[in-house]
């Protein structure tokens, strides 16, 4: 399988690079929504965390460090 990146003039398809292929071979063309990432619903867990998270984590992290005196 080869990709082959191409655009549509509005009657064929027009590659940007030279294709090595057979005549009338068969082919799957795959249109790109122009660049624009599709919305997965996994990619609302992908990032920086919210400052609200943060401070939350922070603060759950500080109640497993403190440490009684009388504790070895």
Request: hydrophobic content about 40%; aromatic content about 10%.
């Amino acid at each position: 399988m080869v990709a082959v990146k191409a655009y549509y003039d509005g009657s064929v398809f027009v590659p940007v690079e030279p294709v090595k292929a057979r005549r009338n071979q068969p082919a799957i063309i795959t249109i790109l929504d122009d660049g624009k990432v599709v919305e997965k619903p996994h990619y609302r867990f992908i990032g920086v965390l919210s400052q609200e998270s943060y401070e939350e984590i922070c603060s759950s992290l500080e109640d497993t460090q403190k440490v009684d005196a009388n504790e070895w």
